[in-house]
């Protein structure tokens, strides 16, 4: 059973910056891709970024130039730097992994059977 865990979401003024920690139980030896997903209530999750076993990363317009993805290969752990935030980055965030040995897109939600907690991030105008 592959687990995710979050850590990093907290509540700061428009402008400040927040980053996000998601350790997860990956075959270290195989290909893995990881997502960072966002939902506010009432809406669809939409992915934000990802990151794979290779080193390749994706971003979504909304947070391109703004967010950081990055990894840390010895422990498997995810993190999403998040700068320059804005209220409409208000969200849970959660990570997400489709499995061992299979691609991040199409980055939908559906696809994703393993997700973490999530953690709320807030940010105030």
């Known amino acids: 059973e592959i687990e995710l865990v979050e850590s990093g979401g907290g509540s700061v003024q428009a402008g400040g910056s927040l980053r996000l920690s998601c350790a997860a139980s990956?075959?270290?030896?195989?290909?893995?891709?990881v997502a960072w997903f966002r939902q506010v209530s009432g809406k669809e999750r939409e992915g934000v970024a990802t990151?794979?076993?290779?080193?390749?990363?994706t971003y979504a317009d909304a947070v391109k130039g703004r967010f950081t993805i990055s990894k840390d290969d010895a422990k498997i752990t995810l993190y999403l730097e998040m700068n320059d935030l804005k209220p409409e980055d208000t969200a849970m965030y959660y990570c997400?992994?489709?499995?061992?040995?299979?691609?991040?897109?199409?980055?939908?939600?559906?696809?994703?059977?393993?997700w973490g907690q999530g953690t709320q991030v807030t940010v105030s105008s």
């Open positions: 997400a992994t489709p499995g061992n040995d299979v691609n991040c897109y199409p980055l939908i939600a559906v696809r994703y059977p393993y």
């Open positions: 990956l075959y270290p030896d195989s290909y893995w891709c």
């Open positions: 990151i794979n076993s290779q080193g390749g990363i």
